[in-house]
């Protein structure tokens, strides 16, 4: 089946530095991704998303960023906030119609 | 205000009862999914349907059961043949392929 992890579990970040959070995919097929924040007790919330013809994409603070030779995909937030404490999830498709999910990565802001 | 919405937030269950988990969208979403997430874990998909009438099985589908008989709603029921269902229950639509899922804020069922 699919596969979509993540490099590391947790992250830990001074306020007002730059964070940056890594996933692999295994499905060389995967031709859109996704991540998600979720918050403890809530639903995950879209931040950006990204297409396989793209290798770059910028939102509000957010940068994704696509390597698919190395199948690997990293999100950029810039000048983390006490507020940018969560989960964080990748997600990717493929030719079905199906989301598979990372196992997130914590990240914590360190006032 | 278009969204998805769960319910209920908390839901307690007897062994050997099967509950259903309610999910209605007005976003007017042709698929909708079901997603199992258990503590420190991703989600996993239960069941997914792109359309009315019509569902498919996820990886984790056995001990639960779906219908899409309105395009709006997609209740899931956890049977008592799932063995271990205390977990936190994710319902999802999107437009259609390639396009971002929105999700509601989740139904937490217990086991007592």
């Known amino acids: 089946g699919e596969s979509v992890g993540l490099h590391l579990p947790t992250l830990s970040v001074q306020e007002g530095d730059n964070s940056i959070i890594n996933c692999a995919y295994s499905n060389s097929a995967s031709d859109y991704f996704i991540w998600y924040k979720q918050e403890s007790g809530k639903g995950p919330q879209f931040i950006i998303d990204i297409r396989s013809n793209m290798d770059k994409r910028q939102g509000q603070r957010v940068t994704v960023l696509l390597n698919k030779t190395v199948k690997h995909l990293s999100l950029q937030i810039a000048a983390t906030q006490p507020g940018d404490s969560a989960v964080y999830f990748c997600?990717?498709?493929?030719?079905?119609?199906?989301?598979?999910f990372g196992t997130g990565t914590s990240l914590t802001v360190i006032p | 205000d278009g969204g998805i919405t769960q319910s209920p937030k908390y839901l307690f269950r007897k062994e050997g009862q099967n509950v259903t988990l309610s999910c209605e969208q007005n976003?007017?979403?042709?698929?909708m999914y079901w997603y199992r997430q258990d503590p420190g874990q991703g989600l996993r998909l239960i069941y997914y349907?792109?359309?009315?009438?019509?569902?498919q099985k996820g990886d984790i589908a056995e001990g639960y059961s779906v219908s899409r008989e309105k395009k709006e709603s997609f209740p899931l029921t956890v049977t008592s043949a799932q063995k271990n269902p205390t977990a936190f229950y994710l319902c999802?639509?999107?437009?259609?392929?390639?396009?971002?899922?929105?999700f509601g804020q989740g139904t937490r069922l217990t086991v007592v």
């Open positions: 349907s792109q359309i009315v009438n019509d569902f």
């Open positions: 999802a639509s999107s437009v259609g392929r390639n396009t971002e899922a929105f």
């Open positions: 976003l007017n979403h042709d698929a």
């Open positions: 997600a990717d498709t493929n030719t079905g119609n199906q989301f598979y």
